[in-house]
Structure formats: C-alpha cells, structure tokens
C-alpha cells in the first residue's frame, strides 16, 4: 500500500471519529438535567406575591377580591392546595396571609342572600347565654333553631358557606355577623406550616375566636378558661420564638386575666358577703387541683391572698381587673419575656 493511501486512510478515520465525539457530547448535553436556580426564599417577604408557580393563584385571588362568590372560595382552595406542596415554606406563609386577608374582608359578601340569612338569624329569641350552658352549648342550640327558620334556597346557601367553615355568630353592639372559623385555616394550610405553627392552628381552631366578654359578663366558664390558658402556657414554654408566640402570649393573658377578674355581671367577689363568691372559689380549686404546678394555679393563689387581704381591711372598692392583670404579668415573666 503506498504512503498516499495510507495518510488518506488515517485522515479519513480522524474525520470519523471527530463526527462520532461530536455526536457523543451533544447527546450527553441533552440528558444532562436542567438545574434552575431557586429565588431566595428570604425575599418572599418582601413581595406582594407568591413565586414559584404561584402567578396563577395571585390572579384568581385578584379576581375574588373584585367579584367574591363561593364558587370562586371553591377554585382558590383547590389550586391552593395544589401548589402548597412545591412551595418554599417562606412563601407558604405567605400564600396564608394573602389569601387569609382577601377572605375574612370579603366574607360576607359571597353570595347575594347572605343578608337575608342574617336577617333571619337576628330574629331568633334563644340566642343568649344562659349560666347552666358550657361555652358550647348555646351555639350549638342556636344553630338548630336557625336552620329550621330557613327556606329551602336559604338551607343550600348555609350549607355551601358552612362547608368552607363559615358560621354565623352575634357580636355585642353589632348583632349577627359572619365569621370565619380558624379550623378552616387548620384544614387548608396548618399540615403544610411548620410543627409549632401546626399546634397553633390546633388550640386555636378549639377555641374558635371565642367571645368572652358579652353583656359585661363571662361567656366563657372559667373552667374553660383555665383549659385554654393551660395550652397556651405550655405552647409558649415548649416554643417560645414561634411564628405566633405573640398571639399565643395575648391569649393567654387574656383567658387568664378574665378567669381571675370576672366582669360586672360575673364577678370575682361577692361583695354581700365581703368574700371571694362561692362557686367562683370552687373553680379555682378544681384548677388548682387540676393543674397544680402550673403558672395558673400560682396566679390564682397569690389572687386570692391579695383579694382576701384587702377585704380583711374592709376595702370593698377593688378593682379585681387591675390586681389580676399584675398577677398574670408577674407569674407569666419568665416563659413570656423569651
């Protein structure tokens, strides 16, 4: 074979194999995954929207807040609960308080007879507290009495708003209003949030905003009161730099404070007698009892010792609120001052 050849030969194999090489790293370009680089998850805060496959739910609320139905209540949650998964947790906070704002002012307008349920509602004659009722019972009564008074069309409003967790109660000074119950933000977003947030949502979906001053008087039984103010204790103890620690701290120098102080119409003290009333003494006791080394029972101790020193001087004029409040601050300084 002559010299000629054999170059045209070497030549054409490097030709070859330079076309193969090439054809080998375009391949292997194409399999090679696409790595897109995340958005900070510290600047979800900073905006007014959700990113991360969140532009069309920005839009579907945008719509909702310029024309509100429950139809369109129905499409939010659906694609909400779609996209929570694949969210950075940042922007699932955020996604909660966005779509939390938009509901809660909008509400009462989902429907055009929502006025007219009101309306009904407001004519019920048993809708008051009665002393032998736990926190509970009138509620459940009440709504007895209201769905029976309803015309069929008015039934099926109920039951659609009631399936997206919206109730009915009667405000002081306001009468009957529309309320959003905070199961609802334990149904959609709580198993998404992180574990402190999870146990907010939990006790907070328990006590369902509760009304505790009505008619200048306790519409929460202080037993209840102590149980709430007890989960609250131990949630600020075993979290106290959570998402809602503030929240948490409120509610609990709320319950606690009305637990000991009472209001007009349920008072602490019985000042016929010129001593701490009767059955008000037995509550403490069984709370006492029932939660014995806890900041409660301190409280309540140290209450009544002060309550009972100033009504052995025939100090009749006691402002029960004010001795409380200092109590509750004092007990409470070590978890609630982390």
């Known amino acids: 074979m002559s010299k000629t050849k054999i170059v045209f030969i070497v030549l054409a194999v490097a030709v070859l194999v330079g076309a193969v090489w090439k054809i080998v790293r375009e391949q292997h370009k194409k399999a090679i995954p696409v790595h897109i680089k995340k958005t900070n998850?510290?600047?979800?805060?900073?905006?007014?929207?959700?990113?991360?496959?969140?532009?069309?739910?920005?839009?579907?609320?945008?719509?909702?807040?310029?024309?509100?139905?429950?139809?369109?209540?129905?499409?939010?949650?659906?694609?909400?609960?779609?996209?929570?998964?694949?969210?950075?947790?940042?922007?699932?906070?955020?996604?909660?308080?966005?779509?939390?704002?938009?509901?809660?002012?909008?509400?009462?307008?989902?429907?055009?007879?929502?006025?007219?349920?009101?309306?009904?509602?407001?004519?019920?004659?048993?809708?008051?507290?009665?002393?032998?009722?736990?926190?509970?019972?009138?509620?459940?009564?009440?709504?007895?009495?209201?769905?029976?008074?309803?015309?069929?069309?008015?039934?099926?409003?109920?039951?659609?708003?009631?399936?997206?967790?919206?109730?009915?109660?009667?405000?002081?000074?306001?009468?009957?209003?529309?309320?959003?119950?905070?199961?609802?933000?334990?149904?959609?977003?709580?198993p998404y949030l992180l574990k402190p947030d999870q146990v907010f949502w939990d006790q907070s979906s328990l006590e369902n905003d509760p009304v505790i001053d009505f008619d200048a008087g306790l519409a929460v039984d202080r037993a209840t009161l102590a149980d709430w103010a007890f989960s609250w204790e131990q949630y600020l103890k075993r979290y106290p730099r959570s998402n809602y620690s503030k929240d948490a701290q409120e509610r609990y120098k709320e319950y606690l404070t009305y637990l000991l102080a009472g209001l007009e119409n349920t008072p602490t003290i019985d000042f016929e007698t010129n001593k701490i009333d009767e059955d008000v003494e037995k509550d403490f006791n069984k709370i006492i009892n029932k939660y014995p080394n806890s900041s409660i029972a301190k409280s309540i101790v140290l209450f009544k010792e002060k309550v009972n020193e100033k009504l052995a001087k025939n100090i009749t004029s006691i402002n029960t609120y004010n001795v409380a409040e200092l109590l509750v601050k004092e007990q409470s300084s070590s978890f609630l001052s982390r």
């Open 41 to 190: 998850p510290k600047n979800f805060a900073e905006k007014d929207s959700v990113p991360l496959g969140g532009t069309e739910i920005n839009r579907q609320i945008g719509s909702f807040m310029r024309a509100p139905s429950i139809e369109r209540v129905a499409r939010i949650e659906n694609d909400i609960q779609k996209i929570l998964p694949d969210l950075e947790i940042e922007a699932r906070y955020k996604l909660l308080e966005q779509w939390r704002g938009a509901l809660q002012a909008k509400v009462h307008l989902l429907d055009p007879e929502q006025d007219n349920l009101l309306s009904v509602y407001g004519h019920l004659d048993d809708t008051d507290y009665t002393d032998a009722e736990l926190y509970e019972d009138p509620k459940k009564r009440t709504e007895l009495s209201f769905i029976s008074k309803l015309n069929e069309k008015q039934k099926k409003i109920f039951s659609q708003l009631s399936k997206h967790y919206i109730e009915i109660e009667i405000e002081e000074e306001v009468g009957p209003a529309y309320h959003l119950k905070p199961a609802y933000w334990k149904w959609l977003f709580a």
